[in-house]
Structures are given as structure tokens and as C-alpha cells.
């Protein structure tokens, strides 16, 4: 018997049919108290603007039937593509572009329009912030998800002011009318949405449904921003290693034990927890010195470690597959931290660089099965000939990242090449643009491909160069430079995107970018710039995985010293 999935729930489908009816009188109203309104001028306003003012509340006016019908159609899509996003978040997959390999060229008008949008889903999210965090919990107990684990509530403030621009576009008036309009209005939409998600949660209340409680959101596809670097804890890591248990035996100044050779075992902390089980991979168990006393500090690293990786391991955003590699690299880690004590400096040392990179090139290089597999493959051989190394320090690790690169450059030269008929396209369009005689710049289409990008890295290729620097950047006024082969997080044509910078032209006037699924946007330097002054174009970086344990391992500190 097919158990009914969140998204189809017969309760949550009455809700969302109850809240659907409700909607052409919402905007109405809103639209009514517009209209009403009296007009108000810029005293320094021209003629002219007078006259655009008076020509937009009349066509508000005239258009109002079509506005609301088409905000009440828009919003029926939104709230189902919502259930389709929610029905394939509880699955584990995301909903991939279909038009692969199309390119779209965003002009600044576009952008205009996102800058619009994406300012309607922050004033409506932050104006009914405590409605919608009640109202989720109503829906999630709908559909039997007690703990809150999704976002079950589709009517989100995305789907709202999606449906709002395409009410303002129904009224036939110029874009810059109908944007204006779209301003003056996110303000009494927001209020106005409050009070109903408010009412939604009264009703469900009313009919015996029992709130959940929270414990985990998992957001649906382009909710929110981009994932990079976070903060560190204020705590570092030597503050983390003294605050470590150790065995009440152990005497303080005993001497430390001396490692023989680079493949000296190493102690396991006496104290460290028990693990329980868990669907992800478990943290290799360390071997032990033998009878050897253990220095103090020495046993407090094992133990700051080995909880960090058990923390890095439990990080349910990382894929099983991830989890496996890096859980080799763990008795690999422990041997760098006892030559090398800089290794608790930094989160940007090259052992935690190495296990950042391949998450984050994990997660993005590999959009399909078949290019995921390679990838993997690629790390396998990459991690199995690194563990294996008699000599384990920072050296070795700062090699791995030069491989992850080479790699990510020769995946770049393919991209190219895949598009590369877009890429002539549009250097056609800047040189056409340009002044007469203005060079082009190299593209990454000319870089050689370095031997350490094959699928494995043999030994012997230890002492291999890594490829050099990739093009200088060109980048618009106030961004961050960005090279050819870097990411981006854009917030473009209403939802957040993850974008790769293939190619852009001599002067930086036009830059191609490809989405994970294949999909390619062509951006204007003018456009990309408004999106960065918006806060809606950011450059990218992997997000460090042992600082987000740090954090994890922070909070249990008091636990475990109370224990």
C-alpha cells in the first residue's frame, strides 16, 4: 500500500485548497487600498513624472480583474511547484534544469526584476517571521512530521511575491511602472500576509490540529543563499585541545612517546566517547602506542580530533561517499597534528584546505551519476595513494589541493569546449561592441592539461609541477575578482543559482557562466554589478567543515567536563 508523501497529504491538500480560495480577495484588498490612495508627488518631480504617477494609478485601476487573476494563477503554480521541491527534499534529490545547455543572456532590465523580487521575499519573510515559523509547524503536524524536519508550509513569501510580479505585469504599463508598482506594494502585501498566515494558524488550531516542535529545517532548493565559509568559534582549536579529558591516571608531565618512523601508530584517547550508530560511515579506530606513557598534550590532540571527525562525520548535509573519503584521511590527520602543532593555527591549514575542497568540488563538479562516479574516483585514487604516503605532513596536502585544482582546470577546458559555439557567439558580440584593434584575453579553452588531472594519481607523479595560474580577472566595479573556473552565487530569475565562470571578454563586458545541470547564462557587466550592489551576486569558496565541527564540539565541551 503507497503511503501518501508529504506533498500529497489529503489534510495538507484541504489546507492549501482553503488558503488558495482565500488569495483573489487578499490581493484585491491590497490592490483596493493602492488605488485609494491618494496620489502623492515629488515636489521636484517633473511634468513629465507627474504624468507617469497619474498613468500608472489609472492603469492600476483599469487592470485590477486582470492583476488579481493572475496573481491568484501564479500563486496555484507556486504552491505547486513548492510541494514538488518539498516531495523531493524528503526524497533526497533536487529538481534539475531541463533546458541543458541553453544560454540565456540577463540583461540589466532582468535584473531589475530579480532585484525586485528577491526585496519582496526578504520584506514579507522578515514582516511575518514569527506567523510563518507558527504556521509551519500547523503544516508539518498535517502531515505527521512531528519534529518539524521540512518546510512543509508551500504558501512561502517567495510564492507570494512571485505572484505579485506577475500581478503588476498584467497591468499594461511600462516595466519601470510596473516595478515601481511592485515597490509600493510589498508593504501592504507583507502586513496583510501576517494577518492571514496568522488567521491560517488560528483555523488549523481551531479544528483540534496540535502544533510540531522543531528540531531540524531542511530547506528546500533555492530558498536561501549559497553555502560558503562560515566564522570560526571564538574558542580556536588549541583552546579546544586544553579543554580536552583526559584518562585521571595519566600523570601531566609524563614524557612523550617517541614516534620511530612515519608509520608509528598512534595512541586512541582512553576517554574519548562511545559512538553510537549512525547511517553515515564511522571514523576509523586508532591504534594504540602500546605501553608507551602519553604526553598530556599529545592525548588531548587525539582526543580534540577524534571528536572533531566524528562531528564532521555526523554533518548529514555530506553525502555517505564524501563521508567515506574523509573518514581515511582521519588517522592521516592525526599524524600531521603531532609534527606539525601550526595545524591547530589555522582553519586554513592544508590538511582541513584538502577536506573543504573535495566536499565542495564533490558537490558541484559532479551535477549526474556518471560524473559524479568519475569524480569519486578520481578522490579514491587521489586519498589512497596520500594515506599511503611515508611521510605525512602539510607538504602532502598542499600536493593534494594542486591535484583537486588540476583536475577542476581540465573539467573547465571540457566546458568550454562543450559551449563553445556560445562562446564564439558572444565574443562576436563584445568585439562587435569593442573599439577597433582591443585584444582579446586568453580563454580557459588554451590552458594545458596538467598530468596530474587523470582519473588516478600514480606515486612515481609525486613530484609533478601543478598547473599554473589561471587568466587574471576582470572583474565589474565592487566584485571581488573572480577567474575563469571560480563560482558564484546569483540570485537570478527569482531563485538563487550556483554558476561557474567559464569565459568572459577582453574588456569584461560579458561573462558566460554555466549552472551545475548544464544550463548557461550570459551576464552583462552592468547587470552583474547592479546584482552585487544588491547582495545578490557573491563569489563562492568551500565552506569549512572543521570550523562547523569546532562548533559542534564546542557546545560539548561542558557535557563532557561535567561527565
Same mark, same amino acid.
Given at each position: 500500500?503507497?503511503r501518501?508523501t508529504?506533498a500529497?497529504?489529503?489534510?495538507?491538500?484541504?489546507?492549501?485548497?482553503?488558503?488558495?480560495?482565500?488569495?483573489?480577495?487578499?490581493?484585491?484588498?491590497?490592490?483596493?487600498?493602492?488605488?485609494?490612495?491618494?496620489?502623492r508627488?515629488?515636489?521636484?518631480?517633473?511634468?513629465?513624472?507627474?504624468?507617469?504617477?497619474?498613468d500608472?494609478?489609472?492603469a492600476?485601476h483599469?487592470?485590477r480583474?486582470?492583476?488579481?487573476?493572475?496573481?491568484?494563477?501564479?500563486?496555484?503554480e507556486?504552491?505547486?511547484t513548492?510541494?514538488?521541491?518539498?516531495?523531493?527534499?524528503?526524497?533526497?534529490?533536487?529538481?534539475?534544469?531541463?533546458?541543458?545547455l541553453?544560454?540565456?543572456?540577463?540583461?540589466?532590465?532582468?535584473?531589475?526584476?530579480?532585484?525586485?523580487?528577491?526585496?519582496?521575499?526578504?520584506m514579507?519573510?522578515?514582516?511575518a517571521?514569527?506567523?510563518?515559523?507558527?504556521?509551519?509547524?500547523?503544516?508539518?503536524?498535517?502531515?505527521?512530521?512531528?519534529?518539524v524536519?521540512?518546510?512543509?508550509?508551500?504558501?512561502?513569501?517567495?510564492a507570494?511575491?512571485?505572484a505579485?510580479?506577475?500581478?503588476v505585469?498584467a497591468?499594461?504599463?511600462?516595466?519601470?511602472?510596473?516595478?515601481?508598482?511592485?515597490?509600493?506594494?510589498?508593504?501592504?502585501?507583507?502586513?496583510?500576509?501576517?494577518?492571514?498566515?496568522?488567521?491560517?494558524?488560528?483555523r488549523?488550531?481551531?479544528?483540534?490540529?496540535?502544533?510540531?516542535?522543531y528540531?531540524?529545517?531542511v530547506?528546500?532548493?533555492g530558498?536561501?543563499g549559497?553555502?560558503?565559509k562560515?566564522?570560526?568559534?571564538?574558542?580556536?582549536?588549541h583552546?579546544?585541545?586544553?579543554?580536552?579529558?583526559?584518562?585521571?591516571?595519566?600523570?601531566?608531565?609524563?614524557?612523550?612517546?617517541?614516534?620511530?618512523?612515519?608509520?608509528?601508530?598512534?595512541?586512541?584517547?582512553?576517554?574519548?566517547?562511545?559512538?553510537?550508530?549512525?547511517?553515515?560511515?564511522?571514523?576509523?579506530?586508532?591504534?594504540r602506542l602500546?605501553?608507551?606513557?602519553?604526553?598530556?598534550?599529545?592525548?588531548q590532540?587525539?582526543?580534540?580530533?577524534?571528536r572533531?571527525?566524528?562531528?564532521?562525520?555526523?554533518?548529514?548535509?555530506?553525502?555517505?561517499?564524501?563521508?567515506?573519503?574523509l573518514?581515511?584521511?582521519?588517522?592521516?590527520?592525526v599524524?600531521?597534528?603531532?609534527?606539525?602543532?601550526?595545524?591547530?593555527?589555522?582553519?586554513?591549514?592544508p590538511?582541513?584546505?584538502?577536506?573543504?575542497?573535495?566536499?565542495?568540488?564533490?558537490?558541484?563538479?559532479?551535477?549526474?551519476?556518471?560524473?559524479r562516479?568519475?569524480?569519486?574516483?578520481?578522490?579514491?585514487?587521489?586519498?589512497?595513494n596520500?594515506v599511503h604516503?611515508?611521510?605525512q605532513d602539510?607538504?602532502?596536502?598542499?600536493?593534494g589541493?594542486?591535484?583537486?585544482?588540476?583536475?577542476?582546470?581540465?573539467?573547465?577546458?571540457?566546458q568550454?569546449?562543450?559551449?563553445?559555439?556560445?562562446?564564439?557567439?558572444?565574443?562576436?558580440?563584445?568585439?562587435?561592441d569593442?573599439?577597433?584593434?582591443?585584444?582579446?584575453?586568453?580563454?580557459?579553452?588554451?590552458?594545458?592539461?596538467?598530468?596530474?588531472?587523470?582519473?588516478?594519481?600514480?606515486?612515481?607523479?609525486?613530484?609533478?609541477?601543478?598547473?599554473?595560474?589561471?587568466p587574471?580577472?576582470?572583474?565589474?566595479?565592487? +566584485?571581488?575578482?573572480? #577567474?575563469?573556473?571560480?563560482? $558564484?552565487?546569483? /540570485?537570478? *530569475? !527569482? =531563485?538563487? @543559482?550556483?554558476?561557474? +565562470?567559464?569565459?568572459? #571578454?577582453?574588456?569584461?563586458? $560579458?561573462?558566460? /557562466?554555466? *549552472? !551545475? =545541470?548544464? @544550463?548557461?547564462?550570459? +551576464?552583462?557587466?552592468?547587470?552583474?554589478?547592479?546584482?552585487?550592489g544588491?547582495?545578490?551576486?557573491?563569489?563562492?569558496?568551500?565552506?569549512?567543515l572543521?570550523?562547523?565541527?569546532?562548533?559542534?564540539?564546542?557546545?560539548?565541551?561542558?557535557?563532557?567536563?561535567?561527565?
Amino acid at each position: 500500500m503507497n503511503r501518501p508523501t508529504p506533498a500529497t497529504h489529503p489534510l495538507l491538500l484541504q489546507f492549501i485548497e482553503d488558503e488558495l480560495a482565500r488569495a483573489p480577495l487578499l490581493i484585491d484588498e491590497v490592490l483596493q487600498g493602492l488605488a485609494d490612495a491618494p496620489l502623492r508627488f515629488d515636489p521636484e518631480a517633473t511634468s513629465v513624472q507627474r504624468r507617469q504617477v497619474i498613468d500608472q494609478h489609472e492603469a492600476l485601476h483599469r487592470h485590477r480583474p486582470f492583476m488579481v487573476k493572475a496573481f491568484a494563477q501564479t500563486l496555484r503554480e507556486q504552491v505547486g511547484t513548492a510541494a514538488r521541491e518539498q516531495a523531493a527534499a524528503v526524497r533526497g534529490i533536487t529538481l534539475e534544469e531541463a533546458d541543458e545547455l541553453s544560454l540565456s543572456l540577463v540583461d540589466e532590465d532582468e535584473v531589475a526584476t530579480d532585484v525586485e523580487l528577491q526585496r519582496a521575499i526578504v520584506m514579507i519573510h522578515s514582516t511575518a517571521e514569527y506567523e510563518l515559523r507558527e504556521l509551519r509547524s500547523f503544516t508539518s503536524a498535517l502531515v505527521g512530521d512531528v519534529h518539524v524536519a521540512h518546510d512543509t508550509n508551500p504558501f512561502r513569501p517567495e510564492a507570494y511575491a512571485r505572484a505579485l510580479l506577475a500581478a503588476v505585469r498584467a497591468m499594461q504599463a511600462p516595466a519601470a511602472e510596473q516595478l515601481a508598482l511592485m515597490r509600493q506594494a510589498v508593504a501592504p502585501l507583507a502586513q496583510a500576509l501576517r494577518k492571514a498566515y496568522a488567521a491560517a494558524s488560528t483555523r488549523l488550531e481551531s479544528q483540534g490540529v496540535e502544533p510540531g516542535t522543531y528540531r531540524t529545517i531542511v530547506m528546500p532548493p533555492g530558498s536561501v543563499g549559497p553555502r560558503t565559509k562560515v566564522h570560526a568559534p571564538r574558542a580556536d582549536l588549541h583552546a579546544l585541545r586544553d579543554s580536552m579529558p583526559v584518562p585521571f591516571d595519566m600523570e601531566p608531565n609524563a614524557p612523550p612517546a617517541p614516534l620511530h618512523s612515519p608509520h608509528a601508530a598512534v595512541p586512541h584517547s582512553a576517554s574519548a566517547p562511545q559512538r553510537t550508530a549512525t547511517a553515515g560511515p564511522r571514523a576509523p579506530e586508532l591504534p594504540r602506542l602500546g605501553e608507551a606513557p602519553t604526553q598530556r598534550l599529545d592525548q588531548q590532540l587525539i582526543e580534540l580530533l577524534t571528536r572533531l571527525f566524528d562531528a564532521i562525520l555526523a554533518d548529514r548535509a555530506l553525502p555517505q561517499d564524501v563521508q567515506l573519503l574523509l573518514s581515511r584521511l582521519q588517522t592521516s590527520a592525526v599524524r600531521v597534528a603531532l609534527r606539525d602543532p601550526g595545524m591547530l593555527d589555522s582553519y586554513e591549514h592544508p590538511v582541513w584546505e584538502f577536506m573543504d575542497r573535495l566536499a565542495f568540488d564533490a558537490e558541484r563538479l559532479a551535477p549526474d551519476a556518471a560524473a559524479r562516479e568519475t569524480f569519486l574516483r578520481y578522490a579514491q585514487g587521489l586519498v589512497d595513494n596520500m594515506v599511503h604516503e611515508p611521510v605525512q605532513d602539510a607538504g602532502l596536502y598542499r600536493w593534494g589541493i594542486d591535484r583537486f585544482v588540476s583536475y577542476e582546470d581540465h573539467l573547465l577546458v571540457q566546458q568550454c569546449q562543450e559551449v563553445q559555439a556560445q562562446i564564439d557567439s558572444l565574443r562576436s558580440a563584445a568585439l562587435a561592441d569593442s573599439d577597433a584593434g582591443v585584444p582579446v584575453s586568453p580563454t580557459a579553452t588554451s590552458q594545458p592539461l596538467d598530468v596530474g588531472s587523470l582519473e588516478t594519481v600514480p606515486a612515481e607523479l609525486m613530484d609533478v609541477a601543478p598547473a599554473t595560474g589561471r587568466p587574471a580577472a576582470t572583474a565589474p566595479s565592487g +566584485l571581488p575578482a573572480v #577567474d575563469p573556473g571560480e563560482w $558564484l552565487g546569483v /540570485f537570478l *530569475q !527569482g =531563485g538563487w @543559482r550556483e554558476l561557474r +565562470l567559464l569565459w568572459r #571578454d577582453a574588456r569584461g563586458e $560579458l561573462w558566460l /557562466f554555466r *549552472q !551545475g =545541470g548544464g @544550463r548557461t547564462w550570459a +551576464l552583462r557587466r552592468a547587470a552583474l554589478e547592479r546584482l552585487h550592489g544588491a547582495g545578490l551576486a557573491e563569489t563562492m569558496s568551500p565552506p569549512s567543515l572543521v570550523q562547523h565541527a569546532a562548533q559542534q564540539v564546542l557546545r560539548q565541551v561542558p557535557q563532557a567536563g561535567r561527565a
